[in-house]
């Protein structure tokens, strides 16, 4: 197995690599400063030069949190630069890695709002939320793209949706840009060390996340590359959590002892948002490896010896 990954050099895409340097599987990253896969000529060039791989697997893309400063701020840019992107290489795999499976990275924001529990056929039945509104439609039009090139071309594919993955090397940078597990790590850990007596959590705490440990959600996915074709699948673990109950186990994490104060006024998507992942665990019988708090204890102490200068991202 030889496994060409685009997005390597990000949150998902390092530790990938570091789970397929565990397994002994080869496998070629590469950043955009060495192949920028919104330019047409350079993708293609670059690909034309690689050896042939079995596995392509594709989440390059320009993404972040649902805070409404990064999704409007970077409404164009998530529209040119992710249809570039995802345009650019699945022409590039038609043309020169026709072989390859290709996995493509999806996410749960990209199913209808109005539903609650999203199931694979009701992908397109209905729009996103319109706080992730742009980013998600090209996830959805790449969803397109897939299906167009498997019907014409005859390619591979499977478009696994992804839960909200957390863990080492994630991004605490910019808080516009953080995603849900990171900004209360980083709000937790600021309260605690600045002894302040209460931490904002935007929303009223109800609302239900789908949280998975990172290791845990690539090993569904490489488990999913293997059983699934032509189709979308959730690899989840089919659980949801209130931030309510995922802010008091980073509380405990950090050992924080002031109070929680939820703010309703700020925004928080939608209510509640869970795969149904049922098809997945009737062809692999997946089970993730690290309860939530297993996970939020892992990435709060990665977080801190990163911070503190003393392991490197
Ligand atoms: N993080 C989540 O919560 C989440 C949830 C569901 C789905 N996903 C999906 O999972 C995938 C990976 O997410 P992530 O959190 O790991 O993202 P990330 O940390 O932001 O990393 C993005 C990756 O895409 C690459 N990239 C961006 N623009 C590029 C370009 N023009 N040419 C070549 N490479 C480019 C970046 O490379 P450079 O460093 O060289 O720019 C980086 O390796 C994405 O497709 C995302 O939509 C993420």
Redesign the pocket.
């Known amino acids: 197995m030889n496994i060409l990954i685009?997005?390597?050099?990000?949150?998902?895409?390092k530790n990938l690599a570091r789970i397929l340097t565990d397994r002994a599987i080869r496998y070629r990253v590469f950043?955009?400063?060495e192949?920028?896969?919104?330019n047409e000529e350079q993708t293609f060039a670059f690909f034309r030069t690689l050896d042939k791989f079995d596995r392509i697997i594709h989440?390059?893309?320009?993404?972040g949190g649902g805070a409404p400063e990064f999704q409007k701020g970077m409404a164009a840019s998530l529209v040119h630069?992710n249809g570039q992107?995802h345009t650019n290489t699945m022409e590039a795999w038609r043309r020169y890695q026709p072989q390859a499976k290709l996995i493509f990275?999806?996410?749960s924001c990209a199913y209808p709002a109005s539903m609650s529990l999203l199931y694979e056929p009701d992908f397109h039945q209905g729009p996103v939320d319109e706080s992730v509104f742009y980013y998600a439609n090209t996830k959805r039009m790449a969803d397109v793209g897939l299906r167009a090139y498997s019907l014409q071309y005859n390619l591979k594919y499977v478009h696994v949706i992804?839960a909200?993955?957390f863990g080492p090397d994630d991004?605490f940078g910019d808080p516009i840009r953080t995603?849900v597990m990171a900004a209360l790590i980083i709000k937790f850990i600021k309260a605690k060390e600045q002894h302040e007596p209460q931490v904002e959590i935007w929303g009223d705490g109800t609302q239900i996340r789908e949280l998975l440990y990172v290791d845990d959600q690539i090993d569904a996915m490489l488990l999913a590359a293997e059983h699934f074709e032509n189709e979308i699948v959730n690899i989840s673990n089919g659980k949801g959590y209130p931030i309510r109950e995922v802010a008091e186990i980073i509380r405990d994490a950090v050992g924080y002892r002031g109070n929680l104060f939820f703010n309703k006024d700020r925004y928080t998507g939608v209510k509640h948002k869970v795969l149904d992942n049922k098809r997945f665990i009737a062809k692999t019988n997946w089970k993730p490896k690290y309860t939530l708090k297993q996970g939020i204890e892992k990435t709060v102490k990665w977080y801190l010896l990163y911070r503190n200068n003393k392991i490197h991202s």
């Open positions: 685009t997005g390597g050099t990000g949150f998902i895409g950043h955009s400063r192949c920028d896969l919104r989440m390059a893309a320009i993404q630069d992107i990275v999806g996410t992804y909200t993955p991004y995603h």
